[in-house]
């Protein structure tokens, strides 16, 4: 220290003040002040960059990551062995971010799964650089992504061949016959799209959650002759007469001396179209006008009732139609006399009041006739399977016939029209005339009047009820319904095809139900069909077409129908060319169409069926594990895989 007083002071002095007088000096010490805070500013600005690029690079590896285990986890769940969806996540990562990018270190990468969402947490520590000066030396950075496979509103309708032969194996090795293995495949798909779990064992593993958010329904219309969808449908869409192959009780009266007349008689006259009548059988000028009557004796009343059928013409349009009136009489009588009247059978194409099945808005499950052995009343029963309207023979039906309602999809029936209207199947009113055993012998297209009791040789098939489309919030009764489907019948592809459409159409008998959302929202619609067996039919069948022996609505009137398998016969040609027509309609109402061949391989079959798929959405299934992965890369092509963060 210089005291004060000795001569360094005073030259001390002198230097500073002569440095205050120089601004030269100034400036130097301010800009060595400076570069200090400058140096932390400079830096800042390099290592905010480097970090906004490595946390931009930790994201997109992050989300890279996410989608690959996501789509690796497919329609299953997460902890599937070997932890292959994990692994792919992380795989994907490690190859969009390098171990100590960007200087980086500490590189942390996870990625788990919960209800079918799969979250990524990445995390790294980046090294200052210039910002040291001022007392940073790292950052961490910390990202997440999520990817979960997303569907929008979504329809699905099950259109399922359960054929007799789906109660064999598809080959020799499998474990299943095929009715169970598409029990089981079927289960598997409702647990990967709607996400809930059944008791089904798939490969996938259990699902937890369900799907939110959106509406994923399901429907169902198992098929082999016929499909079981009457008692899905209003009352009003019925027809309260049809004509069926079947018989009625003529009464011939006995003597009526002693009774007196009661009132004036009651007369009904109605108009009754016998569809697809033979022209000679309706022109015969035996059967031109043709009469019955019915007596009836209850104490001190007697009431005789006179029919008459008075067959008008023959059209040959709508595949020949018989127009007949019938007139009803009906005179009551009082007295204490009289023989009671002998009774016979009429079999023929009778027109049959079935009105009584309706109640109101919802329907009865049978009704009575006095049709029975020895002219006893008969309960009709009736499990839900219908007979078509209005039809047309044709060889090709691509595009459909505008005059062909049948093959219809979104005709809505108007009840003061009859060509527009459905009819119950009912066997219990089937009596195929001349045949006594009921083994289809002997069958006479001539109508009889006898007192012969004949019988119903014909086949009748009508598999489990469609169900309309619905969410299935509950696994176990969707899973109830599935195994209740068992196999019987024939294959009679195209009334599947067409009863599927109807029920999911989007402008048809529910438009109402499958246009939009509850909320207004759009709906994505997809068909799944699948068969394990060509088109294959019999004359004896008794179908949504009638008795074909004898109904011969899509055949020929005059000639004898033919059934067979393939491509043989007249029915099985009717039935491939109507699904054709049918699967373009399908088409056209932008659904996709989903085709699945379950069998071994078959050239003819195979290729119809992918022409009757939409491009690209045909299946071959070979044997129970080929479809249960089939039915799984559906699921999964339906699902729509979505970055959600």
């Not at 789906?166 to 029990?183: N, W």
């Not at 009754?272 to 022109?283: D, G, L, M, R, V």
């Not at 489990?464 to 599935?482: G, I």
Request: hydrophobic residues 35%; contains cysteine.
């Amino acid at each position: 220290m210089i005291e004060k007083g000795h001569p360094g002071a005073h030259r001390l002095r002198g230097f500073l003040a002569s440095l205050v007088r120089d601004a030269r000096g100034n400036t130097l010490a301010i800009m060595a002040a400076a570069l200090i805070p400058l140096a932390g500013m400079v830096g800042g600005g390099i290592d905010m960059s480097r970090l906004y690029i490595t946390k931009t690079r930790l994201q997109h590896a992050c989300d890279a990551g996410a989608l690959a285990g996501r789509k690796a986890m497919g329609g299953g769940i997460w902890t599937q062995s070997n932890n292959a969806p994990r692994a792919a996540a992380e795989r994907f990562f490690d190859a969009n971010f390098q171990t100590s990018a960007y200087g980086s270190t500490g590189l942390t990468r996870t990625f788990t799964e919960a209800n079918g969402k799969v979250t990524g947490t990445v995390s790294a520590t980046v090294p200052m650089t210039l910002t040291r000066v001022i007392g940073t030396t790292s950052e961490t950075l910390t990202v997440t992504c999520d990817a979960a496979m997303s569907l929008p509103n979504t329809d699905i309708m099950f259109v399922l061949d359960v054929t007799g032969s789906m109660g064999s194996k598809a080959v020799s090795t499998d474990s299943k016959t095929k009715i169970q293995a598409l029990r089981s495949a079927v289960k598997c798909f409702y647990e990967s799209v709607a996400q809930r779990n059944t008791t089904e064992t798939c490969t996938t593993g259990a699902p937890t959650g369900g799907v939110s958010a959106v509406q994923v329904r399901f429907g169902f219309v198992p098929y082999s002759v016929n499909v079981n969808v009457g008692k899905l449908l209003p009352t009003t869409f019925f027809a309260d007469d049809w004509t069926y192959q079947s018989r009625e009780k003529i009464s011939i009266p006995g003597t009526a001396a002693g009774w007196t007349q009661v009132g004036n008689p009651v007369v009904k006259t109605s108009n009754t179209n016998f569809k697809n009548t033979p022209s000679a059988q309706c022109n015969d000028t035996a059967l031109a006008s043709k009469g019955s009557s019915s007596d009836a004796i209850n104490g001190n009343s007697r009431v005789n009732t006179t029919i008459v059928y008075t067959r008008r013409s023959w059209s040959s349009g709508s595949g020949g139609t018989c127009k007949t009136r019938k007139t009803t009489t009906t005179t009551t009588y009082t007295g204490t006399n009289g023989t009671p009247p002998s009774n016979t059978w009429h079999y023929g194409p009778i027109s049959q009041d079935v009105s009584a099945l309706k109640n109101g808005n919802s329907w009865n499950n049978s009704f009575v006739l006095p049709i029975g052995t020895g002219f006893t009343n008969k309960t009709i029963t009736w499990d839900g399977c219908i007979e078509e309207r209005e039809t047309v023979r044709e060889t090709d039906y691509d595009p459909i016939p505008a005059d062909a309602n049948d093959l219809n999809i979104d005709l809505v029936p108007n009840s003061g029209d009859e060509e527009t209207l459905w009819a119950p199947l009912l066997p219990g009113l089937i009596y195929t005339r001349n045949d006594i055993s009921g083994d289809g012998s002997n069958w006479n297209l001539d109508e009889i009047t006898t007192t012969t009791e004949y019988d119903n040789g014909s086949d009748y098939y009508c598999p489990a009820e469609a169900r309309k489309l619905a969410e299935w919030n509950d696994p176990t009764v969707f899973e109830n319904y599935v195994n209740s489907l068992s196999p019987t019948g024939n294959t009679y592809h195209d009334i599947g095809m067409l009863w599927g459409a109807r029920l999911m159409s989007p402008t048809g008998i529910f438009a109402s139900e499958n246009a939009l959302t509850p909320n207004g929202g759009e709906i994505e619609r997809h068909l799944i069909f699948m068969t394990d067996g060509e088109a294959c039919t019999g004359a004896g069948n008794y179908t949504a077409y009638g008795v074909s022996w004898f109904d011969r609505r899509q055949t020929d009137p005059n000639t004898v129908p033919t059934g067979g398998c393939g491509t043989s016969g007249t029915l099985t040609q009717q039935v491939n060319a109507r699904l054709a027509g049918l699967c373009t309609a399908v088409k056209n109402k932008n659904i996709t169409l989903w085709v699945i061949w379950f069998g071994v391989s078959n050239t003819t079959i195979e290729n119809a069926l992918r022409s009757c798929s939409t491009s690209g959405r045909f299946y071959s299934a070979r044997n129970s594990a080929d479809l249960d992965t089939v039915f799984g890369s559906i699921a999964s092509e339906i699902s729509q895989l979505r970055l959600t963060r």
